[in-house]
């Protein structure tokens, strides 16, 4: 079974494989928090499970399986602190929030919610509605439309 912690860890290894090329058991301890000890075994878990391969002194590298997962977590990720931003959270909390829900999401929900931030981010200019948000974020009030002046 695939734990949070697991995908988290997976995740984090994609990160920093994409960054520095490299990964060692000590920064993925510094990117979690976590104590080098655990971060060892958790490793030797994910090596054994097939989602990893990792010698000690030699770094640890993601396999297919587990670069799969790994980029699965990332784009719903992505995708949660975009959605997040769009609607006006503060990318601190939104990057805290999209950490939180990735793991919990039905993939049908995950799915919308990948379309709709595409939907927004491809449209040629802002969309109006989006505009009328920001300004009942800000106001707590609606934007007469012209219809209703009419």
Known sequence: ??????????????????????????????ALKVQPPSV?????????MG???YEKYKGIKL????????ENV?????????????IGVDRKIAEKDACRIEHDLDPVTMNRLMKFVR????SPRTPIWLE??????RTGKH???EEEIL
């Open 74 to 86: 990332y784009n719903r990720n992505k995708t949660l602190l975009s959605f997040l931003e769009i």
């Open 51 to 53: 989602y990893v391969s």
């Open 132 to 137: 009328h948000f920001r300004y009942y974020m």
């Open 1 to 30: 079974m695939i734990t949070e912690s697991i995908e988290d860890y997976l995740k984090t290894i994609y990160i920093l494989s994409e960054r520095q090329g490299f990964v060692k058991t000590s920064d993925i301890s510094s």
């Open 63 to 70: 396999t297919e399986k587990g670069k799969k997962i790994a």
């Open 40 to 48: 060892t075994e958790m490793v030797q878990k994910l090596n054994k």
């Open 119 to 122: 939907f927004v981010q491809s």
């Open 143 to 145: 934007i007469k439309c």
